[in-house]
Antibody, heavy 118, light 108 residues
């Protein structure tokens, strides 16, 4: 089972961008699908996007289309999520997660708090 | 997009009693349904996949059932560490994977 370690908390201004990293170890990065899921304070889980590192193919939730980009660096087994045009409603904990081929999540990163505030 | 609806939003149960949580899909997801547990300040943890298969290391007091559009997570005898928020997730038709809004299980 892959272990996922994310980058640290960020504080950003409205209108700016944030990049969160997710480093995988203990598994075969290229055989996993990495997804990003966010959780606003006191709220539920919201799927944002996924990438298949070995193929470099990414899919995005319609809500985030055009504002989020996910990439994967196979040489370092690291996935990245960049979210632009930040607004206060983007304040949330962002999780990376490893999906099985079926589509359920068998491993989660520890989460990265992104705070958007002027 | 398949919409997942969980009920109740909050469930109050005494330790040692049984808890039953429900999850409904807006269309059939076959048995492609997972359950997660989340405690404050932590990432979710996989409990059940395939609607009824316990993940590695999950105690036998957790069980899942259902198929199609109606699913249930049962915790047979609640322990103190079981009080948390529980989410269901469908993976029959994805992307996008979709989650229910969660059920908070609290101590009565």
């Amino acid at each position: 089972q892959v272990q996922l370690v994310q980058s640290g908390a960020e504080v950003k201004k409205p209108g700016s961008s944030v990049r969160v990293s997710c480093k995988a170890s203990g598994g075969t990065f290229n055989t996993h699908t990495i997804s990003w899921v966010r959780q606003a304070p006191g709220q539920g889980l919201e799927w944002m996007a996924r990438i298949i590192p070995i193929l470099g193919i990414a899919n995005y939730a319609q809500k985030f289309q055009g504002r989020v980009t996910i990439t994967a660096d196979k040489s370092t087994s690291t996935a990245y999520m960049e979210l632009g045009s930040l607004r206060s409603g983007d304040t949330a904990v962002y999780f990376c997660a490893s999906l099985t081929q079926s589509g359920f999540i068998d491993s989660w990163g520890q989460g990265t708090l992104v705070t958007v505030s002027s | 997009e398949i919409v997942m609806t969980q009920s109740p939003a909050t469930l109050s149960v005494s330790p040692g009693e049984r808890a039953t949580l429900s999850c409904r899909a807006s269309q059939s997801v076959s048995s492609n349904l997972a359950w997660y547990q989340q405690k404050p300040g932590q990432a979710p943890r996989l409990l059940i996949y395939g609607a009824s298969t316990r993940a590695t290391g999950i105690p036998a007091r957790f069980s899942g059932s259902g198929s199609g559009t109606e699913f249930t997570l049962t915790i047979s005898s609640l322990q103190s560490e079981d009080f948390a928020v529980y989410y269901c997730q469908q993976y029959n038709t994805w992307p996008p994977i979709t989650f229910g809004q969660g059920t908070r299980l609290e101590i009565k």
